[in-house]
């Protein structure tokens, strides 16, 4: 995941827009909301034991939680793709959320 963190990070460069840059936002701010569900549902059992040194679950925590720090494409992702939807007349709307950027560019 760290290295394709990377690629994605390499490809985009500074004030371009690609098609599939709506794609790469909407599954940056996924990948938070799964990472930030997981880590909630696997430390409620385990508590504050789950931080601790002794147990291995802080190392993926704070690996999860690093790269939620590091990418901030999950932050403008709604308002990419509700600015990008508005735009469009209204019955071109579902079919650019049904077939994704590639309709939006």
Not at 4 to 10: G, R, W
Not at 36 to 64: D, F, N, S
């Amino acid at each position: 995941m760290q290295a394709h963190s990377v690629t994605i990070d390499q490809e985009g460069g500074a004030g371009r827009t690609r098609p599939r840059d709506l794609e790469i936002a909407c599954a940056k701010m996924l990948a938070d909301r799964a990472a930030r569900l997981v880590t909630a549902v696997t430390h409620q059992p385990h508590g504050a034991i789950g931080m601790t040194k002794e147990y291995p679950l802080h190392h993926v925590t704070r690996r999860l939680w690093a790269w939620h720090d590091k990418g901030k494409g999950h932050h403008r992702c709604p308002n990419r793709l509700g600015a990008a939807l508005v735009a469009r007349r209204p019955d071109a709307r579902y079919p650019a959320i049904q077939c994704g950027s590639e309709v939006l560019a």
